[in-house]
């Protein structure tokens, strides 16, 4: 059974950082793609960023040069860096792999 479990999510002021985390536990994740998402209150869930098998990586234009995602094998565990943040990168951000989701960590950026 899979299951993706997410932390690191934190209310931070405007122009701060947080670092998400995205631990795995029967799935190898660097055997899949691995991506992030986000939902914001009333909006539709949109993708973040993603990282491939491959180590091809994948940004949103809105958080490309801000966010960073990034897999630690050993740890089978994928990280979102987020600096710059933004009132508007306020959401749920969720890790997601073949088939499955995580419960979502919650992000709040206050200006």
């Known amino acids: 059974q899979v299951r993706l479990v997410e932390s690191g999510g934190d209310l931070v002021q405007a122009g701060g950082s947080l670092r998400l985390s995205c631990a795995a536990s029967?799935?190898?994740?660097?055997?899949?793609?691995v991506n992030w998402y986000r939902q914001a209150p009333g909006k539709q869930r949109e993708l973040v960023a993603s990282?491939?098998?491959?180590?091809?990586?994948f940004y949103a234009t809105s958080v490309e040069g801000r966010f960073t995602i990034s897999r630690d094998n050993a740890k089978n565990t994928v990280y979102l860096q987020m600096h710059s943040l933004k009132p508007e990168d306020t959401a749920t951000y969720y890790c997601?792999?073949?088939?499955?989701w995580g419960q979502g960590t919650q992000v709040t950026v206050s200006s």
């Open positions: 990282i491939r098998s491959d180590g091809n990586i």
């Open positions: 997601s792999a073949p088939d499955s």
């Open positions: 029967g799935i190898i994740f660097s055997l899949v793609t």
